[in-house]
């Protein structure tokens, strides 16, 4: 059974936009599906498939998907509190302060999922950006009212992670691989290649992305080609990105990006690689 679902945060580098041109690059057959960056899950929620594993570092994101799962109504009842009462900025950071703390004492629950959910909608940009020390640290975006989450959407995703094979993982995007095998399809989703030296955004954990896991994610796409497994990688058309994999099949898409604060430098060039 197929549920309207979509992301339930905004999230950098989402593929909301991409998803038309995603599925025409999928194979049409294929056993479990892999998304190693999860991220806002734009393409999960999309195809839905019914046996998946999905995984990402951010230990908050991890948690709120699995408290979509187990606690939905506790969310949602937490989310609708928050949003009963005006948001201005020092109630903004009253919230952050929150969940910082949630953060400091590891208390991976429906409340911290929640408060991430919430905060999503209020910060600058969506964006989800941390300190050194791990803690959130995204300002207010002047959101004065609104709603911040679509209750069907969040039970239809509730349902959709309950009723099929979803295997939630947390951890390093080579490890949530380990039990790839042939005929299966992996989207890799992770932080873009910067397309300059100063453009280097990869705070969505405090270790960051380096051009270390960049070549180990080039290794990777390789050794899961040489199994037989289905691969698809986005990534910023840069020089780098078309040498770490030249050998296959690289289709350059035209992007709109929504996190520079320049409106004028919001548009860019992507690639999606695959192995077929």
Known sequence: MQYLTKPFVKWVGGKKQLLEKLRSCMPKDYNRYYEPFIGGGALLFNIQPKDAVINDTNSQL????????IN?????????????????????????DRYNSKINSKEL????????????????????????????????????????????NLRNISNYLNLNNIDIREGDFEDACNDVKKGDFVYFDSPYVPESKTANFTDYT???????????????????DKIGAFVVLSNNDVQLVHEMYE??????????RSVNSDASKRKGKEVIIKNF
Not at 62 to 69: E, F, H, R
Not at 74 to 89: A, P, Q, S
Not at 209 to 224: G, M, V, W, Y
């Open 62 to 69: 991890i948690n709120v998907y699995n408290q979509l799962k």
């Open 72 to 96: 939905i109504e506790d969310v949602i009842k937490t989310v609708n509190t928050l949003d009963g009462k005006i948001c201005d900025e020092d109630y903004y950071l009253e919230i952050r």
């Open 109 to 152: 629950d429906a409340e911290c999922a929640s408060l991430m959910i919430w905060l999503n909608k209020h910060c600058f940009n969506g964006l989800y950006r941390v300190n050194s020390k791990g803690l959130f640290n995204v300002p207010y975006n002047n959101k004065v009212d609104g709603v911040s989450i679509d209750e069907c």
């Open 206 to 224: 405090k270790d960051g992305f380096t051009l270390n896991d960049h070549k180990r994610l080039a290794s990777l796409f390789c050794s899961l």
């Open 247 to 256: 050998q296959y099949n690289i289709i350059p898409v035209d992007v709109r």
